[in-house]
């Protein structure tokens, strides 16, 4: 089995994927690179500008560009495209899940929303993974924030954070790529988790002090999400909740200032 992967520019490369040059806003360099009889197609883009239109380019453009590919064009290949939690926007702490609808009150919400349409409509039998915040080796940001001591959390009212562990959502990939399940599924851990406590837990766990505290004048989506979909597949996660992820980066990371070993 190959399994190759699509990008502008390659530094380098893991030895079980083939690496393929392309830009997938540009139809004649895809159909130059893009291979027949492929299995599964697996839609995981970053925006190069956190704005609108940033958006609309990776998602919605990427989108159209590659459903126009004659190799792509087979209506039983596999896709899966990886979307966000933002799509659910506010619920004031309560609980979604993939049944919820969606009511996005930002521009990123909004066009992850107008992509998922644009696939579902042209591929029924395709999986939306909505991730949520991705954490792990390289995507440290909530640890760098709180060494530095710049991490602010919200107390009262509590804010939920609803994050998952990079080997998780890659693990998860894997599994909706080869599995028929269709339409939405939630890629977060089994507990949302109050801001306040991560944070907390972090700084008691490296012997920092304790997070600044958020001014709540800024609103910001409130929910917990829930991942019932995930039965579906036999799913399990490796890490549950974020202690047990987070344990485990810091247990392989170096020593942070004032981390206790």
Do not use: C
Not at 30 to 55: C, K, S
Not at 165 to 189: I, K, Q, W, Y
């Amino acid at each position: 089995q190959v399994i190759y992967g699509v990008r502008r520019h390659w530094r380098d490369a893991p030895p079980w994927l083939q690496p393929l040059t392309a830009d997938l806003l540009d139809p004649s360099t895809l159909a130059r690179v893009v291979p027949e009889g492929l299995d599964a197609i697996l839609h995981v883009v970053t925006p190069d500008q956190r704005d609108e239109a940033g958006y609309r380019r990776a998602y919605l453009d990427t989108l159209h560009a590659l459903l126009a590919l004659p190799q792509l064009a087979d209506s039983q290949q596999r896709w899966v495209f990886v979307s966000s939690t933002a799509v659910y926007g506010d619920a004031s702490g309560d609980w979604v899940d993939e049944s919820t609808p969606p009511a996005p009150t930002a521009f990123n919400g909004r066009m992850l929303l107008e992509a998922e349409h644009a696939l579902r409509s042209a591929r029924p039998n395709a999986a939306l993974l909505r991730l949520g915040g991705i954490y792990g080796p390289g995507r440290e940001h909530l640890l760098r924030q709180l060494r530095d001591g710049e991490l602010r959390v919200q107390r009262n009212p509590p804010h939920w954070s609803n994050r998952i562990h990079a080997e998780d959502a890659a693990e998860l990939l894997a599994t909706l790529a080869l599995h028929p399940a269709v339409g939405v599924f939630n890629g977060v851990d089994a507990r949302p988790t109050e801001e306040a406590e991560v944070g907390d837990w972090l700084a008691d766990r490296l012997g920092l002090p304790a997070p600044l505290l958020r001014s709540i004048a800024v609103t910001r989506p409130n929910r917990r999400i829930a991942t019932r979909r995930l039965k579906d597949l036999g799913f399990a996660h490796r890490y549950p909740d974020f202690s047990v992820g987070y344990d485990a980066l810091l247990h392989d990371a170096e020593p942070l200032p004032g981390e206790l070993k």
